[in-house]
């Protein structure tokens, strides 16, 4: 995998169902640019569950702006289509869950939960 064009994130591995899944965080400025959510172009089987409900999205959005220094907002769960490499701070079996997330910039980004908190944390990317 070349990763000179990617995005590197510090992560947490886990294992569910025999698969490898990742926790990480981001700066809030990237979430409106790299993850994706517009129900128009995906097709049926990549849409969240819940359509946007553009109504919520003021009052989301004046939450976090009103509280820059307290908001709280869970986790966004995406799902990719590109290549992800691993690498571990350490083979110590503890810390080989704790690394650098690399992941391909031409993967595409798809939220499964969390399309409201994008939504108006793009809506706050424009009010700044």
Do not use: W
Request: glycine share 4%.
């Amino acid at each position: 995998m070349d990763t000179s064009f990617g995005y590197s994130f510090p992560a947490i591995r886990g294992v569910q169902a025999g698969k490898e899944y990742y926790v990480s965080m981001c700066p809030m400025r990237l979430i409106p640019k790299i993850f994706l959510f517009n129900e128009e172009e995906l097709i049926p089987e990549l849409r969240a569950q819940r359509q946007l409900n553009k109504a919520r999205i003021p009052e989301m959005t004046r939450y976090v702006t009103e509280n820059l220094d307290s908001y709280i907002f869970s986790a966004i769960t995406a799902s990719l289509d590109g290549n992800v490499r691993f690498d571990p701070i350490s083979t110590n079996l503890d810390e080989s869950k704790i690394g650098v997330l690399h992941i391909q910039m031409d993967s595409r980004f798809v939220i499964n939960d969390g399309q409201h908190r994008r939504a108006a944390i793009y809506r706050c990317s424009l009010l700044h």
